[in-house]
Nanobody
Framework: VQLVESGGGLVQGGGSLSLSCEAS????????MGWYRQAPGKQRELVAI???????NFASSVKGRIATSRDDAERTVSLRLNSLKPDDSAVYYC???????????????WGQGTQVTVSS
């Protein structure tokens, strides 16, 4: 199973960034899918999670600046974050709860992360 992120890089403050993540492998069912981030010296924190029913939870720090989308047929989740601030600089990780093969349970999977740096 792999979660492969795309997007990120160096972005000017006030601008926007788009991230995408695609899951691949012997996936039977996708539970929650979304994004976390981790800045240097800080704990990994939730950015946005899209539940399988479509309900989305956002971190308070990004509310009003974020849009997410999810496509279970394509096994993708995407994020667009606007009005970027230097505090948005972090490694962004794709997350998915996946049920594989003959398993009856969901397990947590992570992408390798993509660096986002916002210039002031």
């Amino acid at each position: 199973v792999q979660l492969v992120e795309s997007g990120g890089g160096l972005v000017q403050g006030g601008g926007s960034l788009s991230l995408s993540c695609e899951a691949s492998g012997d996936i039977v069912e996708i539970g929650d899918m979304g994004w976390y981030r981790q800045a240097p010296g800080k704990q990994r924190e939730l950015v946005a999670i899209v539940a399988s029913g479509g309900v989305t939870n956002f971190a308070s720090s990004v509310k009003g600046r974020i849009a997410t989308s999810r496509d279970d047929a394509e096994r993708t989740v995407s994020l667009r974050l606007n009005s970027l601030k230097p505090d948005d600089s972090a490694v962004y990780y794709c997350y998915a709860a996946l049920r594989l093969g003959l398993s009856r349970r969901f397990d947590d999977y992570w992408g390798q992360g993509t660096q986002v740096t916002v210039s002031s």
